[in-house]
């Protein structure tokens, strides 16, 4: 069913649910330098992937009217100005190094926290953040002019070839003090959009053969009856598709499965639903309108699992189905952000989670996650529920709702010669590659409900 379709009551709550979101990114930031906060607890430093989603929902907040045009340019420029003016060297305190930037940062200075590695994927979601905002501002007036030239010179100054390993595939990521990480990104990931980027790079690409060492693990499984490219957490099938419109648009081994990554994301929606209803551990209140595994928050204390009465329990763990970890940890954003692939399926979810007061006195919208399964004593309909809220949560809320409502991000970056350039170089063809690049975004007019 399409937004058209929707009951005036339908649409208001979505929009609801979107404006709560939008909050958080304009609300948790430091409009001095633009960085965006990770998770709300105390002395909680900042995320790149979170400010590379803020700067891809201030065009929206600016069409639905939650800011205006002025505020969102000026926090966007703050945002790429720190950026390119912030320390990109070897030093264990610096913000970045080769163009990629450290997972997490500190809110106030910017410098490195944590000794976090410097990210790959994060570094991707930023840009694609970055090339967002371009594409929508397109004013003459030299503000504008100035945040497109610094969105360009801070794409251009990405090293993907650095981060390149010698069998092709991206590393996940680089520290100081001990050099690049072990691990690669080799098979279905979220890292679909982190080589469609490094492809498509003006100044320093990823080589030949970065997409096929990436994708070579691929394989087409059946799964609660399904068949498609599978993979367990939820996230891995939205990341992607937050920033690029994948119908129609097939790669070689998507053509090889008279498929698509949209339609593969549609299907997995569908195994998590099937899998819910199975019900295979017998953890509380899954059913047809209660699913959601992907990475998130958890009632355990650690990530390797904490013993509570006769179940096992995860912190922030990346949970998947059917393979596991599934300790009974549901994450509602996670179903927000799948409505462009199975509304039918989601809109139901949706009204089940608000039944269950996941919404209620809570100002950013829906509880990160919940579970109910926890013997945890709680007064809450669904059991133990995060007490934080966090950027990449909130982001691909906005995004999703935004891209079922008018296509306005798909539409921003169909239109990006850069990303073009990557899915031809990944040897994606169809669909709306096919046509020629519009001149500039028309974003769809809100309607009211």
């Not at 009632?299 to 699992?305: D, L, N, S, T, V």
Request: net charge neutral; hydrophobic share 40%; with cysteine.
């Amino acid at each position: 069913m399409s937004w058209q379709e929707r009951t005036a009551a339908e649409q208001t709550m979505l929009l609801g649910m979107q404006r709560c979101s939008f909050e958080y990114f304009w609300q948790e930031a430091n409009e001095t330098n633009g960085l965006v906060l990770d998770k709300t607890a105390a002395d909680w430093p900042a995320s790149i992937a979170a400010v590379g989603m803020a700067l891809t929902i201030y065009p929206i907040g600016v069409e639905h009217g939650f800011i205006t045009r002025a505020q969102a340019v000026a926090r966007t420029l703050a945002t790429l100005r720190f950026f390119m003016q912030s320390e990109q060297s070897r030093s264990p305190t610096a913000t970045g190094y080769k163009g990629f930037y450290y997972h997490f940062l500190d809110m106030q200075t910017g410098q490195r926290a944590w000794r976090c590695e410097l990210s790959s994927i994060d570094t991707a979601l930023l840009i694609a953040g970055v090339l967002t905002a371009r594409a929508y501002f397109q004013g003459v007036d030299a503000e504008e002019r100035e945040l497109r030239a610094l969105a360009d010179a801070m794409y251009a100054r990405v090293d993907w070839a650095w981060m390149q390993s010698r069998d092709g595939s991206v590393r996940h990521g680089w520290r100081p003090e001990r050099g690049f990480l072990r691990y690669r990104w080799r098979g279905y990931d979220e890292a679909l959009i982190l080589y469609l980027l490094g492809l498509g790079a003006p100044i320093h690409p990823l080589r030949d053969g970065a997409y096929e060492a990436w994708s070579a693990p691929y394989v087409w499984s059946t799964i609660e009856g399904i068949a498609y490219l599978h993979a367990g957490p939820l996230f891995i099938h939205q990341m992607s598709h937050t920033w690029v419109d994948f119908r129609g648009v097939r790669d070689a081994f998507m053509r090889a499965h008279d498929s698509d990554y949209f339609e593969n994301s549609r299907r997995s929606v569908q195994v998590q639903q099937r899998y819910a209803m199975r019900n295979p551990m017998a953890l509380a209140m899954y059913g047809e309108h209660c699913w959601g595994v992907t990475a998130s928050d958890g009632p355990g204390a650690k990530a390797r699992g904490q013993k509570i009465g006769d179940r096992t329990y995860y912190d922030y763990i990346a949970r998947g189905v059917p393979e596991g970890p599934d300790d009974g940890t549901l994450a509602p954003w996670a179903v927000a952000a799948s409505l462009p692939f199975a509304p039918e399926i989601v809109m139901p979810t949706i009204e089940h989670f608000r039944r269950i007061d996941l919404h209620t006195d809570n100002r950013y919208g829906f509880k990160a996650s919940f579970n109910p399964t926890v013997p945890c004593g709680s007064e809450h309909p669904a059991g133990w529920v995060s007490p934080y809220h966090f950027g990449i949560n909130e982001g691909p809320t906005v995004i999703m709702i935004e891209n079922y409502r008018s296509e306005m991000i798909w539409q921003l970056t169909r239109e990006c010669p850069y990303l073009r350039k990557g899915l031809r170089r990944a040897g994606f063809e169809g669909g709306w590659l096919e046509a020629a690049a519009l001149p500039s975004a028309q974003p769809v007019p809100l309607t009211s409900a």
